[in-house]
């Protein structure tokens, strides 16, 4: 056997001592709205009771002081009017005026779009309350179809001023951005600040809506929604309903400008365009007092002007504080039960059995309602998820518009980029109470770290070192030919993540996590090639990787024997490195030079001209016993002006003068 669902404890109790509550009317995410019983003055009020989680908020508790104060300074016909404020034990309370009848978006999903007639008699009675308010200093900052009332007489309020402020105050709201996301100004999404003017951008969403039966800007997410707001312009409303005349084309892209300054100043000045354009279209407000008020109400409200809604119709994060005309009682509220009976009995002449057994189908529908959304599930907010790219003011703006505080705490990421979120708690799609916290974390990107110096290290060492600090190590290794051991780091270079220019790291540096890394190691030492042949110089250098060109430098050498390689040609001030082309120098041996030519010269005169010239001379040991004056040279060999190298020995013909 199910067990039944506990019934509202408020339903029948007395509050201070004054009100008696007879059923509930509507929940919205701040309080509910109960029928009541001014015992004193013997007159039926809304009663709206903050809701009891909340009631302990000092902040919340000053918001429904504030509404009480709001709309109390408020004497409007089309103002829902407040007739008292008060806390009884742990209950926190308005009483206000109660209105018989439905509301705007009753209207709306019961019509989908609205006649011309009906529009222009909604929207002058709510631009009349709202010029009333922005007079008397006050914006309302939450303007929606769920907050306008629509009686049974005709009569058209605005109510809900929970969200109102003074003018002159400090309107811009920093994290704490309220109201409702497909109603939200542009200033509200993109610099939280609100004044007449916010009213009027939601004015105008409202007749766009009542002109074509939907919202202008839809989509998955509140972010989504809000975005739209700040970057789009409302269409124009012909587009959806071709019947829409132009004026009111123009005023609603009117009210519906991004710039504030573009607007109307405030609801007065929206209020007389709206009756110059009554009277050029030629359709005025319908009447709501006297002889036509009740044929204005059924012209206004259609079916919904003979009879009474279903219990309660609210939506996560709602608030309007009349929303359908009355819940059906728990058992305990006869008095509601007997109400509801009448007025079907007198608009729809139904009587017997089965106007019993419909009151009795809906007390029980009631039932579970109002606990589905007072204390189960239905009365909590799923904590919306988030476009990969979005940011914190960008969740901000969407948990604020379900009643949800956002706290913003930061990471450092290598995945994420700087200022996108990393993480959501309670995370995306958990149901949470208004008012509770949800902590947005933010990437801080990739951390800084501090590169020791690599020099002089292994390679795998050094990319070791390199990964422990969370850098990429590229794969592609420059080698150069050095003394250092092969594989021994002897550069490194950082390039940035994403942009920037590389930069030498082989002595350390700062880097962030997530950069490149890329490595210069030793190829070893270049191969020996001095005094071995060209052939066995040209395999010691292929087999290292080097390209030797075909042809060879070629040089005298006093020291290397022809044939044989002295070196390789120097390079430059560039490295050479694995693939790089070189080129062997070639011995010719030593340099020739000429002999001099000695002929004629005397035998002294002869070796000491070859011995200057860097030659050897010789001659017969005859000719040393005979003086010097009676020889003369009459040839040599090797002969005159003929090529050797330096130090040939020059054998002197030497013949005695007579």
């Known amino acids: 056997m199910s067990s039944r669902p506990p019934a509202d404890p408020?339903?029948?109790?007395?509050?201070?001592?004054?009100?008696?509550?007879?059923?509930?009317?509507?929940?919205?995410?701040?309080?509910?709205?109960?029928?009541?019983?001014?015992?004193?003055?013997?007159?039926?009020?809304?009663?709206?009771?903050?809701h009891h989680h909340l009631s302990d908020d000092d902040r919340f508790q000053s918001r429904f002081i504030q509404e009480a104060r709001a709309a109390a300074r408020l004497s409007d016909p089309h103002v829902v009017s407040v007739f008292d404020q008060g806390q009884d034990g742990e209950i926190a309370y308005l009483v206000m005026e109660y209105l018989a009848g439905i509301t705007l978006r009753d209207l709306l999903a019961e019509q989908t779009r609205l006649s011309l007639s009906q529009t222009i008699t909604i929207m002058d009675a709510v631009l009349s309350g709202l010029a009333s308010a922005h007079r008397a200093g006050f914006i309302h900052r939450d303007v929606k179809p769920e907050n306008v009332l629509l009686a049974e007489d005709g009569r058209v309020k605005i109510g809900d001023f929970g969200l109102a402020r003074a003018t002159s105050a400090n309107t811009a709201t920093g994290q704490q951005l309220l109201g409702t996301i497909a109603y939200l100004a542009p200033e509200l999404v993109t610099q939280g600040s609100a004044d007449a003017r916010t009213d009027i951008y939601a004015l105008g969403i409202m007749l766009y809506e009542m002109l074509t039966g939907a919202q202008p800007y839809t989509g998955e997410q509140p972010m989504q929604i809000a975005y739209q707001h700040a970057t789009e312009q409302v269409p124009r409303p012909s587009i959806r309903n071709p019947e829409v005349p132009e004026p009111l084309d123009e005023l609603v892209l009117w009210a519906t400008e991004r710039e504030p300054d573009e607007r109307p100043a405030d609801a007065q000045e929206m209020l007389d365009r709206l009756r110059e354009i009554e009277h050029q279209i030629g359709v005025h407000p319908l009447p709501t007092r006297g002889r036509l008020a009740a044929r204005a109400a059924e012209d206004l409200l259609g079916?919904?002007?003979?009879?009474?809604?279903?219990?309660?119709?609210?939506?996560?994060?709602?608030?309007?504080?009349?929303?359908?005309?009355?819940?059906?009682?728990?058992?305990?509220?006869?008095?509601?039960?007997?109400?509801?009976?009448?007025?079907?009995?007198?608009?729809?002449?139904?009587?017997?059995?089965?106007?019993?057994?419909?009151?009795?189908?809906?007390?029980?529908?009631?039932?579970?309602?109002?606990?589905?959304?007072?204390?189960?599930?239905?009365?909590?907010?799923?904590?919306?998820?988030?476009?990969?790219?979005?940011?914190?003011?960008?969740?901000?703006?969407?948990?604020?518009?379900?009643?949800?505080?956002?706290?913003?705490?930061?990471?450092?990421?290598?995945?994420?980029?700087?200022?996108?979120?990393?993480?959501?708690?309670?995370?995306?799609?958990?149901?949470v109470y208004p008012g509770q916290r949800v902590t947005i974390v933010t990437s801080l990107g990739p951390a800084a770290v501090e590169v020791e110096s690599l020099r002089g290290l292994p390679q795998d060492e050094a990319a070791d070192l390199a990964e422990e600090q969370r850098l990429r190590v590229a794969d592609d290794v420059s080698e150069r030919f050095d003394s250092a051991e092969a594989g021994t780091v002897l550069a490194a270079r950082v390039s940035p993540r994403g942009s920037g220019d590389p930069y030498a790291c082989g002595d350390g540096c700062s880097a962030h996590e997530g950069d490149a890394i890329a490595f210069t190691v030793s190829a070893g030492a270049v191969p020996d090639v001095e005094n071995v042949t060209v052939a066995e110089a040209r395999d010691r250098l292929e087999d290292v990787g080097l390209v030797v060109a075909d042809a060879t430098e070629q040089r005298y050498s006093d020291a290397i024997e022809e044939g044989r390689v002295i070196a390789l040609v120097d390079p430059g001030e560039q490295a050479l490195s694995p693939g790089d082309t070189v080129t062997l120098i070639e011995s010719l041996g030593p340099e020739p030079f000429p002999v001099p030519d000695v002929v004629g010269l005397t035998r002294d005169e002869a070796i000491a001209a070859l011995e200057n010239a860097g030659f050897v001379a010789d001659h017969s040991a005859l000719w040393s016993v005979f003086p010097n004056g009676l020889t003369t040279v009459t040839g040599t060999d090797p002969g005159p002006e003929s090529m050797h190298p330096l130090g040939t020995e020059i054998y002197l013909q030497i013949s005695a003068t007579g």
């Open 10 to 50: 408020l339903l029948g109790r007395l509050v201070d001592g004054r009100y008696r509550v007879r059923g509930r009317i509507a929940r919205g995410g701040m309080a509910t709205v109960y029928l009541a019983t001014d015992l004193r003055l013997e007159r039926r009020v809304a009663l709206k009771v903050m």
């Open 303 to 431: 079916e919904n002007a003979t009879k009474l809604l279903a219990p309660e119709d609210d939506e996560p994060g709602a608030t309007a504080i009349l929303a359908p005309t009355l819940a059906v009682p728990g058992p305990t509220a006869s008095d509601q039960n007997a109400e509801r009976l009448r007025v079907r009995t007198r608009r729809r002449t139904v009587r017997g059995w089965w106007a019993a057994i419909i009151v009795l189908f809906l007390a029980l529908a009631a039932g579970g309602t109002g606990w589905w959304f007072g204390s189960g599930p239905g009365s909590m907010i799923v904590v919306p998820s988030f476009a990969e790219d979005a940011t914190f003011d960008d969740a901000a703006a969407a948990l604020t518009a379900l009643e949800l505080v956002p706290a913003e705490e930061s990471e450092t990421s290598i995945d994420v980029p700087a200022g996108r979120i990393l993480d959501v708690t309670p995370a995306s799609g958990t149901p």
